[in-house]
């Protein structure tokens, strides 16, 4: 079993950063491919970021030049910086572990609680 947890959530002004932190424990392999989701009321859960064992990232055409998704394998940890939020980046983040070589069908397997980030106007 591997246990993930999210940090580093807030309220933030619209143009801020926040950097968001998941700290993997248990069974946790750098092997994974570990992924950052968010999911806003009355929206579906979306990918928004990704990055595999060898540091290849995806990312979400809404984020793409404003998120960066990082990983320590050492410290078993995986990072989000999110700069120039917007209102509508306002959503529960989770971090998630799984196996694949494509981010957006990798099977994600281990999910975290999620870390609330609100983007105000």
């Known amino acids: 079993q591997v246990q993930l947890a999210e940090s580093g959530g807030g309220l933030v002004q619209a143009g801020g950063s926040l950097r968001l932190s998941c700290a993997a424990s248990?069974?946790?392999?750098?092997?994974?491919?570990m992924g950052w989701f968010r999911q806003a009321p009355g929206k579906e859960r979306e990918l928004v970021a990704a990055?595999?064992?060898?540091?290849?990232?995806f990312y979400a055409d809404s984020v793409k030049g404003r998120f960066t998704i990082s990983r320590d394998n050492v410290k078993n940890t995986v990072y989000q910086q999110m700069d120039v939020l917007k209102p509508e980046d306002t959503a529960i983040y989770y971090c998630?572990?799984?196996?694949?070589?494509?981010?957006?069908?990798?099977?994600?397997?281990?999910w975290g609680q999620g870390t609330q980030v609100t983007v105000s106007s």
């Open positions: 248990g069974r946790a392999r750098s092997s994974y491919t």
């Open positions: 990055i595999s064992s060898v540091g290849n990232t």
């Open positions: 998630a572990a799984g196996i694949g070589v494509v981010p957006t069908t990798t099977r994600y397997i281990y």
